[in-house]
Each structure stands twice: as C-alpha cells, then as structure tokens.
C-alpha cells in the first residue's frame, strides 16, 4: 500500500520569507511524486512532479521542491513567500509507471501574512 | 472549452434523493478520475475510467455510487438515495497518458450538499 503524510494542517508565513511544506511518503517501489495547489473554490492545479533525475525539482509559479529518498519525502519550498500563495497545498505520491489512481494527502493550508 | 468542465457546480438535495454530476473532460484525454474532497480531509478516489477498458471501481465507498462514461468522453457519477455524508465536494480530472508521469487536469468541482 502507498501513503501519503503531510504533518502540518496549516502552515504560517510572512510575506518575503522562505516558506515549506512538508509532505513524507510510503510506497514499495519508485516513487512519482507531485504537488498541486487549490485555490478557493478552484480545482486542484499541477505545480510540479518528480520522477526521475534532480532531487530538486523546479515547478510553477517559483516553487521546488526536494527528494529526500533516505527520509522519504518530497517537502515544498519556496525562497520568498507572497500574499497570492495563500491556499491549500496536496502531495501526491504513485508507484512508478502505474496507471492507478494518485494518493494524496490531507493537504496543507498555506497562510502568507502581509 | 480548454479545461474540465464539470456541473452543475453547486447541488443541494434532500435526503434520499438521487443525483447525477456531470464531467466533461479535455478533449483527447484518455484517462478520467473522480475524487471526493470532503471538509477537512484530503482526496479521496472514487473511479477511473482509461480509454475501451473496465473502469477501476475500488474507490467507490458504497454500492449507491455508480459512474458511466459514454464514449469514451462525458462521465457522470450518479450518486442514489443520498445521505448527509455524501455532502462534499466531487473532482473530476482528466489526462493523456495512462501512467502517471503526466500531471492530471482537475475540474472545479460540483459541491453537492445534502439536507
């Protein structure tokens, strides 16, 4: 079975500060691995993936995150946090070349305060 | 339209009502997932549906949920005597490839509340 963990319901961050999400997966296999935002009253919106290569990834709106294959886990980054950031933040993890369905996890609600 | 497009976005029904949502996903997309996010709590995957083939039902929690997809591109999950736990939002999203190594396309949800 896979999983997904993200241990932080809500996260706090002033504007201008680097910022992190953390996500930890369990999966018996190679990982792909992604991050989606939500905005409010929005669908789910691809920010970045990681499959294979770099354990840094570079994603959408300046966002990357790293692969920690010895910690299992997958954190969000960002250097520099704005007010439009604000919103809900999913990992997903897949077991590699698998056409079943993404597990996520619970999401993290990301708060940028001016 | 260039996205999902799913409806109606908002429903509210009484209890023991049956209600049918519909997706309409990108055009050339293969792949078409349901999720439920319900308040508080991550997604949870309902059905997927890949090209000609059997649908993968394994998320589907109770068997008053069904899903359809007619040829190979609308879906509609239908939903039969609801009860106030169905109340959540329900995703569709869509996609080209059938692994994963593509990113999904997520509708904006058709948040059905139950009386």
């Known amino acids: 079975a896979q999983s997904v963990a993200q241990p932080e319901d809500q996260v706090n961050v002033a504007e201008g500060n680097p910022l992190t999400v953390k996500c930890t997966y369990s999966v018996s296999g190679n990982p792909y691995l992604f991050w989606y935002v939500q905005y409010p009253n929005r669908g789910l919106q691809f920010l970045l993936k990681?499959?294979?290569?770099?354990?840094l990834v570079k994603g959408s709106y300046g966002f990357e995150a790293e692969f920690n294959k010895s910690q299992t886990s997958f954190h969000l980054k960002k250097p520099s946090a704005l007010v439009s950031d604000s919103a809900l933040y999913f990992c997903?993890?897949?077991?590699?070349?698998?056409?079943?369905?993404?597990?996520f996890g619970s999401g993290t609600q990301l708060t940028v305060l001016p | 339209g260039a996205g999902v497009s799913q409806s109606p976005s908002n429903k509210v029904t009484e209890k023991g009502k049956d209600v049918e949502l519909r997706c309409d996903p990108i055009s050339g997309h293969t792949a078409l997932y349901w999720y439920r996010q319900s308040l508080g709590q991550g997604l949870e995957f309902l059905i997927y549906?890949?090209?000609?083939?059997?649908?993968?039902k394994s998320g589907l929690p109770s068997d008053r949920f069904s899903a359809e997809r007619t040829g190979g591109s609308v879906s509609t999950l239908t939903i039969q005597r609801t009860q106030q736990e169905d109340s959540a939002v329900y995703l569709c999203?869509?996609?080209?490839?059938?692994?994963?190594?593509?990113?999904?396309?997520f509708g904006e949800g058709s948040r059905l509340t139950v009386l």
């Open positions: 999203a869509s996609t080209t490839r059938t692994s994963l190594s593509g990113e999904l396309f």
């Open positions: 549906f890949q090209g000609n083939s059997a649908p993968d």
């Open positions: 997903a993890v897949s077991l590699s070349g698998s056409a079943r369905q993404l597990t």
């Open positions: 990681y499959i294979t290569g770099d354990n």
